[in-house]
């Protein structure tokens, strides 16, 4: 297989090999356009010219305009690879202030029972989700003051991306349970890593972002599955005004209200102690 790959650079010429060594050697096989003009010293037209050239032949596949990702030798003539979507997540936002977040994150850190078919990524500039070979990367933007709580992830041996730690993935899904699959999925995060999660920092990042909602259902989360110290889920309750939301915004307002957290209880405790026998 690796004859048959130099076989395919050699009748693309010297450019093309000394290109994907290059890029090999600099561990970037997801690259771009001006990865080509720099390596090479072409200019735009050429370096495009290069390129289709790379992608007609399989040694590389477009992943979006000027974006790229070369194409492994063992998959010989594969026109549709895309590699690991944490790092073409990653390469999508070049790397910048970005972290993996909400299911993705879940999924990284071991709080989901199912493969997450949406890649999530929060942001601090607004972007349009992108479709990539079937997997669409979804861009969350956040505020500057809530975007914190980021640890290293190795999604390969080489490669190493940004996402949301356990507990502010916790955090972050109960904000905006829509991209985790509901507060159900995120209760059933908190009890499955309810051993490893820092319960003194989960509830420190519920109180610096301030948001009522988040407070509220991490609270009563954590007092129903009598998970932390009493005094400590009561420093979340004190900081609560009177305004009654939803457990899960996703579901209709309907359900008992639950006075001590002021929440709509439209997911029935019934069903969050579900999750603990299983």
Known sequence: MRIEYDTKLKTLGPQAAHLVTTLYEENKPVFRLEDVQR????????????IRKLVNRSVATRLKPGLFILVPYGLGKEKEYMGNPLIVAR????GKNYYLSHGTAMEIHGMVTQPQLIVHVTTLEKRRPVNIMGTEFQFITCKKEHFFGRVDHWATKQDKVVVSNMEKTIIDSLRQPEYCGGVTEAAKAIWMRRNDLNLKRMIE??????????VRRLGYLMELYEIGAPKNIENLRVHLTNTYVRLDPLLPAEGKFHRKWRLQLNVSPDELLSVVRT
């Open 91 to 94: 390469e999508l936002v070049e």
């Open 205 to 214: 990042y519920a109180l610096r972002m301030d948001i009522g909602a988040v």
């Open 39 to 50: 390596i090479l010293d072409l200019d735009d037209s050429s370096s495009r010219s290069l």
